[in-house]
T-cell receptor
Framework: ELKVEQNPLFLSMQEGKNYTIYCNYSTTSDRLYWYRQDPGKSLESLFVLLSNGAVKQEGRLMASLDTKARLSTLHITAAVHDLSATYFCAVDGDSNYQLIWGAGTKLIIKP | NAGVMQNPRHLVRRRGQEARLRCSPMKGHSHVYWYRQLPEEGLKFMVYLQKENIIDESGMPKERFSAEFPKEGPSILRIQQVVRGDSAAYFC???????????FGPGTRLTVT
């Protein structure tokens, strides 16, 4: 069964701290996607990682991909309240149009 | 360039009624995907369509659910004889041909009373 596992599923942290969200997957996909979802809102694409060793950064968020380990990380640096959201990772399924999704990591950043 | 549009944004139906959810993909996108999201859960793939074709409906319940993407007009997800368990957020996403990155609409939140 194709699986994408995120951990932690819930994270509460203080502003200014650093933390990492992990995404493990069981497919042989070389592509991994990170999305953000605010409560009651749609999903916003954050990063598309296309190859082993890919690293992308946007503001306080940095995503990396290790296809050999089938692991992606989303690192948050000096967290701010505005980053509170649920973060999903997804990988290509057996068919290249179908994405397999993680359960999401709900991130709460306290002022 | 308008993004993916979905309507209605909120839909309330009584048990046994029909629900019709509409999705207009981004301009230039010919692929449409429907997902369901239960509260506090991730996305579950339902169906993938191209114009006038259902490519993969492996995530669709076998009964009461159907989807179409006609040559003209939006994609429609239709749920007949809704039950309480159908209450969820339904998201539509689109992508251009040959690309896997998907762009999401705002979702339709269906409540079955």
């Amino acid at each position: 069964e194709l699986k994408v596992e995120q951990n932690p599923l819930f994270l509460s942290m203080q502003e200014g701290k650093n933390y990492t969200i992990y995404c493990n997957y069981s497919t042989t996909s070389d592509r991994l996607y990170w999305y953000r979802q605010d409560p009651g809102k749609s999903l916003e694409s954050l990063f598309v990682l296309l190859s082993n060793g890919a690293v992308k950064q946007e503001g306080r968020l940095m995503a990396s991909l290790d296809t050999k380990a089938r692991l992606s990380t989303l690192h948050i640096t000096a967290a701010v309240h505005d980053l509170s959201a649920t973060y999903f990772c997804a990988v290509d399924g057996d068919s290249n149009y179908q994405l397999i999704w993680g359960a999401g990591t709900k991130l709460i950043i306290k002022p | 360039n308008a993004g993916v549009m979905q309507n209605p944004r909120h839909l309330v139906r009584r048990r046994g009624q029909e629900a019709r959810l509409r999705c207009s993909p981004m301009k230039g996108h010919s692929h449409v995907y429907w997902y369901r999201q239960l509260p506090e859960e991730g996305l579950k793939f339902m169906v993938y369509l191209q114009k006038e074709n259902i490519i993969d409906e492996s995530g669709m319940p076998k009964e009461r659910f159907s989807a179409e993407f006609p040559k003209e007009g939006p994609s429609i997800l239709r749920i007949q004889q809704v039950v309480r368990g159908d209450s969820a957020a339904y998201f539509c996403a689109s992508s251009p041909a040959g690309a896997s990155e998907q762009y999401f609409g705002p979702g339709t939140r269906l409540t079955v009373t």
